[in-house]
């Protein structure tokens, strides 16, 4: 279970990683923002983490490129701390 959310944290900060490039599908933004949402508030009822609020940090600037510009340095910090933990679950 751990590889599979690990697998969907990757997935989410390559989406995240394409919407720098101007390849904004807002449909993935919403269902990857919606799951690091779900996550990170789930995880956070069992267990309070540092994991935790990289998901819901994740989710909330994955929420916000929808309707706004969102600066570049913290698109790129959610990306790379969403990959971090990804790679991490996977190992």
Known sequence: ??????ALDILASAVIFLSL??????ILLIIFAVYLLIK???????SFDVACLIDI????????????TVPEALIILAGILLL???IFSLL
């Open 40 to 46: 990170g508030v789930v995880f956070i009822i069992a």
């Open 1 to 6: 279970m751990i590889k599979i959310l690990g």
């Open 84 to 86: 971090q933990k990804g």
């Open 57 to 68: 940090f994740s989710a909330i600037i994955l929420a916000l490129m929808i309707f706004i």
């Open 21 to 26: 490039l101007n390849l904004k599908w807002n």
